[in-house]
């Protein structure tokens, strides 16, 4: 290996690894507000990157469909509660949940799809999708928000393998790959850095940044803090578990679809391919003990260097030698860090 290929391989596990990061900053959030593994973290990505594919070929978003189905259950699980409380809550509900949906889907129906510039697609990606994520905390984990973290995990699985088949349903079993952000290219010195490579950091850099300063200056982030670091006091204090799991998983879902958008310039999604990414992304949550954002973050992108390189030298092995690192971080957690049993 020439110095020209070492950096031609530390660019893409950069690159890489910025996509690893934002995600093991997704989880490592989850399980500290609402103890939920989220291995569906990495559909997010794949549905972001496909409904996108989607739009940029001028077809109609099947998600979108997804969507109204979540509002309708979601609806439905609440209607009881909310007309006891009162019709203002129900003409609430019901926009929210239905008319939001059925207004977007005919909103996309009407739009000529292919003609949006890449921005207005992206922005109908993140409408369609992202809602998604408090629509799942409210139907798959609210109702057990209080069981043990191995229950949680099972139902996570679940979750995983319902959106993966709900995937090959909607997108089918072809890949797709849609147009780059950019199409520049920057030589320096022995290495050229593409203009796609150089929007993937970037974003993922302001994306970190926003989310630094929505947890230290907003009331809402320090309010999930607050729940991350005791989740009876916080409830004592008059912080909702139900809101804080809601915004938790919008903020993750927020992170996965533009994860996916990023990255579908870069490779080929199909609609099982979210789980190996956001797998690399838990091993750098794994690497962070699940509670340290930066330890997180500096872990995912060790994942991705590490990926990069090891498709140089063991192009077979590439995926076993990720995973494997997860084996000595483990051992060493497990010698290092006191058994401390589940909150009540």
Request: proline share 4%; no cysteine; hydrophobic share 60%.
């Given at each position: 290996?020439?110095?020209?290929i070492a950096l031609i391989l ?194 993922s850099l302001v994306l970190i ?136």
């Open positions: 290996m020439d110095f020209q530390a660019q893409d596990g950069i690159t890489n690894g910025a996509i690893y990061a934002l995600l093991a900053l997704a989880l490592v959030l989850v399980f500290a507000v609402t103890r939920v593994i989220f291995i569906p973290q990495g559909e997010f990505v794949a549905y972001g990157a496909l409904t996108l594919a989607m739009i940029e070929n001028g077809v109609f978003p099947a998600t979108a469909w997804l969507l109204l189905g979540a509002g309708v259950i979601v609806t439905a699980l609440d209607a009881g509660a909310v007309v006891r409380a009162g019709g203002r809550r129900v003409m609430m509900l019901a926009g929210t949940h239905l008319l939001y949906p059925a207004l977007l889907i005919g909103l996309l129906w009407s739009m000529p799809l292919k003609d949006l510039p890449l921005i207005g697609q992206v922005l109908v990606t993140l409408l369609v999708v992202v809602p998604m994520g408090p629509m799942m905390y409210r139907i798959v984990y609210q109702p057990i928000a209080e069981a043990p973290v191995l229950v949680l995990l099972i139902v996570s699985v679940a979750a995983h393998l319902a959106l993966v088949g709900l995937g090959l349903v909607f997108f089918g079993a072809e890949g797709y790959r849609t147009s780059p952000f950019s199409q520049a290219r920057f030589e320096i010195g022995p290495m050229f850095i593409t203009g796609q490579t150089i929007w993937v950091v970037l974003s940044v926003a989310l630094a300063m929505f947890f230290g200056r907003t009331i809402y982030g320090k309010a999930l803090r607050a729940t991350a670091i005791n989740r009876n006091g916080a409830r004592l204090m008059g912080i909702s578990p139900a809101l804080a799991g809601k915004l938790t998983f919008f903020l993750a879902a927020l992170i996965g679809v533009l994860s996916g958008v990023l990255i579908s310039p870069i490779t080929t999604i199909y609609y099982d391919s979210g789980f190996l990414i956001g797998l690399k992304g838990f091993v750098g949550a794994i690497i962070g003990g699940l509670a340290s954002y930066p330890i997180a973050a500096a872990g995912a992108l060790m994942v991705g260097l590490l990926e990069a390189f090891s498709s140089f030298w063991a192009s077979a092995y590439k995926e076993v030698i990720v995973f494997t690192l997860v084996i000595p971080v483990l051992l060493w957690r497990s010698l290092t860090t006191h058994h401390m049993e589940e909150e009540e």
